[in-house]
């Protein structure tokens, strides 16, 4: 077996990520090839727990002038849509999951029960964290980033279209550069996009490290998971 970096890890897989080149809804293909890769590090022996986000369907500030509780209620649901299609996904190329929500919907998924979800990853399951955190005035990254904490996950995975955090959008600018490290200080100080101030308040005050990159290129999550530097590595080293 190749030496793995990460024995247990969070996934957090963005909205956007799953809808692909559609930019709305799950794009199957794609969930298919996130589904093979997470499967190649199931079988080398890798603990996963994976978040995913909403923005596909439907995020809190979408709603405009409606009540922002409500707005975010309805992001909430949308990131269990998405969880079941990854389950979905997951199951078809055969790898054993379990979903569990912070909002009950017990016809649906499991309840959110920290031992329970342990328990699940020891036994080679997938467990999809669902509906956030619970909470309103959240994002699926401060999820990431308390799940990520309660199973004592020793890294999140953030798969992003960007395979990196820059100093400017590299989207706009042709010298954007690159970090290759950053400190979690330094990203909440200088306002960069790696995720909202919240979950990287977390992450700085639980020592979780994240690691950004790209999901674009087939094999990536692989690569991170061996230890090789493709993106940038965030952490309080
Ligand atoms: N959301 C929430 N509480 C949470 C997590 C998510 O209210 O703990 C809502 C919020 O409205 C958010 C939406 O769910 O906009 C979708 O999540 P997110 O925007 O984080 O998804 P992503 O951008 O990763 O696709």
Known sequence: MESVKYKRIMLKLSGEALAGEKGY???????K?????????IDMGVEIGAVVGGGNIWRGRDGGEMDRVTADHMGMLA???????????LEAVGV??????AIEMRQVAEPYIRRKAIRHLEKGRVVIFAAGTGNPYFSTDTAASLRAAEIEAEAILLAKKVD?????DPNKFTDAKKFVNLSHLEVIKQGLQVMDSTASSLCMDNNIPIIVFGLDKPGNIKKVVLGENIGTTVSNQ
């Open 25 to 31: 809804g799950v794009d199957f293909e794609v969930a």
């Open 96 to 101: 054993h999951t379990r979903v569990q929500t």
């Open 33 to 41: 090839r996130i589904a093979e890769e997470i499967k190649e590090i």
């Open 79 to 89: 990131t269990c849509i998405n969880a079941l299609a990854l389950q979905d996904s």
């Open 164 to 168: 990196g955090v820059y100093d400017k």
